[in-house]
């Protein structure tokens, strides 16, 4: 009896399993719907492959930064782990460069001139 008993608990347990594994594919994919997509351009399948396997695509396309910024933070990913042939590293610094660089200041507008001239 106790032997049956344990296969019920494991059955019960995988039934468990199979629905909060389902449960999570579904807020995945949920999520991955609404995430942002990369610019085309060289690098972008790169960045796809090598980046978004540990990070999501909302950290890489909300950071702005210059090329040397960018070239210092894919270093630091290399050396932590990012498998990224060395032969494509400059193809993806030149990527996020062009297409995540440093935001440029806005122009002011009248309203703000006008709050810092008083």
């Given at each position: 009896m106790k032997f049956r008993c344990g296969e019920f608990t494991v059955i019960r347990h995988a039934k468990v399993d199979q629905s909060k594994m389902l449960f999570t594919t579904l807020v995945y994919l949920a999520f991955a719907a609404n995430a942002p997509?990369?610019?085309?351009?060289?690098g972008k399948a790169i960045v796809q492959r090598d980046c978004a396997g540990c990070h999501a695509l909302k950290v890489i396309t909300s950071k702005r930064a210059t090329k040397e910024q960018w070239s210092a933070l894919v270093d630091q990913m290399v050396s932590r782990g990012a498998d990224?042939?060395?032969?494509?590293?400059?193809?993806?610094?030149?990527?996020?460069?062009?297409?995540?660089?440093?935001?440029?200041k806005q122009p002011a507008t009248k309203k703000s001139r006008a709050s810092s001239e008083k």
């Open positions: 997509s990369l610019p085309p351009g060289k990224v042939p060395d032969e494509e590293i400059e193809t993806v610094v030149d990527y996020l460069a062009k297409n995540f660089g440093a935001a440029k």
